[in-house]
């Protein structure tokens, strides 16, 4: 099952132990509709972990993507297993408003967030 989410706003951010790409839907007074949050954070005792957060919603952990694909201002992400809060989804399809700040966050967030299961597309 594909899950397929539309978004006006990009952003990226580094934390202490966390890069992330909050991705959202807002209104035209700013306030946020929907989001989907993609962080990847760094323990000194852990592996590397991705989650995904939609809505206040948290999943995730050290095999949570299988695979993520790039093209244009689509992000593929395929998912190890069908993931139950977003309806039995295995892969979950981001699209985003091309305006010039999206893009730069995409760029500059992209391969920090998702490393080495950023497998196929174009940037």
Do not use: P
Request: proline letters at 0%; charged letters at 25%; glycine letters at 8%.
């Amino acid at each position: 099952m594909i899950g397929s989410r539309q978004y006006d706003t990009v952003a990226f951010d580094v934390r202490d132990n966390a890069t992330m790409l909050f991705f959202a839907k807002t209104t035209d007074t700013g306030d946020i509709l929907d989001y989907l949050l993609l962080m990847r954070t760094v323990e000194e005792d852990f592996d590397e972990s991705i989650y995904i957060e939609v809505n206040e919603q948290q999943f995730g952990g050290h095999n949570l993507i299988s695979e993520a694909s790039l093209t244009g201002n689509v992000l593929t992400l395929r998912l190890h297993e069908a993931a139950e809060q977003l309806g039995g989804a295995t892969e979950i399809v981001l699209t985003w408003s091309e305006t010039t700040e999206n893009l730069d966050s995409i760029e500059a967030g992209v391969f920090r967030v998702l490393g080495d299961t950023l497998t196929g597309g174009h940037a």
